[in-house]
């Protein structure tokens, strides 16, 4: 079983930078896929991006390509969103997700954090 933990959330202005942190416990973390979503009011949740067990693959929405890094610390069980750029629409809770296999289909994640608050003033 693996716990998540989010940090790093606020408010900030457009064109500003964000960093989100993902904690997680349990020995097995390193085995498993991690993913940030996130959903705005009245949205979906939806995948920003996602990274691989050994961090060989990562994917990204195409509306935060260029702008987010997804990375991971095996050693330290952590997962980070680097968020430069940030726009308005990028407002919404953020939550990191774990997965036995490298997806972007939130239904494929088995773990799920409680999320963070990003708010993005224009």
């Known amino acids: 079983q693996v716990q998540l933990v989010e940090s790093g959330g606020g408010l900030v202005q457009a064109g500003g930078s964000l960093r989100l942190s993902c904690a997680a416990s349990g020995r097995t973390f390193r085995s498993y896929a991690m993913g940030w979503f996130r959903q705005a009011p009245g949205k979906e949740r939806d995948v920003v991006a996602a990274i691989s067990w050994s961090g060989g693959s990562t994917y990204y929405a195409d509306s935060v390509k260029g702008r987010f890094t997804i990375s991971r610390d095996n050693a330290r069980n952590m997962v980070y969103l680097q968020m430069n750029s940030l726009k308005p629409e990028d407002t919404a809770i953020y939550y990191c997700?774990?997965?036995?296999?490298?997806?972007?289909?939130?239904?494929?994640?088995?773990?799920w954090g409680q999320g963070t608050q990003v708010t993005v003033s224009s």
């Open positions: 997700a774990a997965a036995t296999i490298f997806s972007v289909n939130p239904p494929m994640y088995n773990y």
